[in-house]
């Protein structure tokens, strides 16, 4: 079988799989073509000629075994390839972490324009996971020094394989901690895709989530406990042009609405994507602090 005849056998299969696209694709195509070619080698930005080469036997042997696991564990196929994309660049993905998937990948990419006026000498990742934001923001801003913070060693430990994988050990280092606790110093830009589901929605997410770290997920008072926590704490380590920038994803109404009083900036995406907020380090430094903790006594209530 030529491997674009198997590309096209496995995404009619997906496609009728009921699986769930949402880890780095958006159709049972995609998928397809992600895990053949990654399992393959094949590089993403193909010769036209590749896909009329013939499979051996046992490349498609090892390829069903793979194909076959997606469809019946509905394991990521990010998981079972050991990589994801995001920002353009490739990263090592397994267990330890979420699979990248965040639409700040597009914030990266644009050199978060025009919502910077300079460029970041320092940057913070917080709620790194494995590490792909702060790692893509190294990549952008060839002069900066960023950290990247978790409280999973396994995150931490992912991350590290991944600084290693593009050469910045020099300009990147990992931090374990809970949040900012322990923290000194400042920071141009502060980046975090922090856990923010609650424990209703998390119950009724597609099977493909299970496969993840609940850690990486679940934040209490409905999703909103920990970005409420960070938000409370951030202004004492921005410097004073520094800015904020926050996933909540499906959150973000009950942000918005907890925050009532807070001039939450709400971001748009060309290619997809929501839930994701702005804030200057001026305008968290005009609200006060009691707005956040508050805030986390209602959701907790409710």
Not at 54 to 80: D, F, H, N, W
């Amino acid at each position: 079988m030529k491997v674009i005849d198997y590309i096209n056998d496995v995404s009619d299969r997906f496609a009728g799989a009921e699986l769930f696209f949402g880890h780095g694709t958006e159709s049972s195509r995609d998928e397809a073509i992600y895990l053949i070619y990654s399992i393959l080698g094949i590089e993403f930005s193909r010769d036209p000629a590749t896909l009329k080469k013939e499979l051996s036997g046992v490349q498609q042997q090892r390829l069903e075994r793979v194909v076959i696991e997606r469809m019946l564990e509905k394991t990521p196929t990010a998981y079972l390839v050991k990589e994801a994309w995001f920002a353009g660049h490739k990263f090592i993905c397994d267990k330890r972490a979420l699979i990248p998937r965040s639409p700040i990948a597009e914030l990266v990419q644009n050199r978060f324009e025009p919502l910077l006026k300079d460029q970041p000498k320092k940057i913070l990742d917080m709620c790194c996971g494995g590490g792909c934001i702060g790692i893509s923001c190294a990549l952008a801003f060839p002069e900066s020094y960023v950290d990247m913070v978790d409280i999973s060693a396994d995150c931490l430990q992912l991350a590290e394989e991944n600084i290693e994988l593009h050469g910045l050990l020099d300009r990147v280092s990992v931090v374990h901690s809970d949040l900012f606790k322990g923290f000194s110093g400042t920071y141009d830009l502060i980046v975090t895709n922090p856990p923010y589901v609650s424990k209703e929605e998390l119950d009724s997410l597609p099977a493909e989530y299970q496969h993840e770290p609940l850690t990486g997920l679940l934040s209490r008072a409905n999703g909103l406990e920990i970005p409420l926590r960070i938000l409370n704490d951030a202004a004492s380590y921005m410097s004073e042009t520094g800015l904020i920038i926050m996933e909540v994803g499906s959150s973000s109404k009950l942000l918005s609405d907890t925050l009532k009083n807070v001039p939450l900036l709400w971001l748009e995406f060309e290619h997809g994507g929501g839930g994701v907020l702005a804030l200057s380090a001026a305008e968290l430094d005009r609200i006060p602090p009691a707005s956040f903790i508050n805030g986390l006594h209602t959701t907790r209530s409710t």
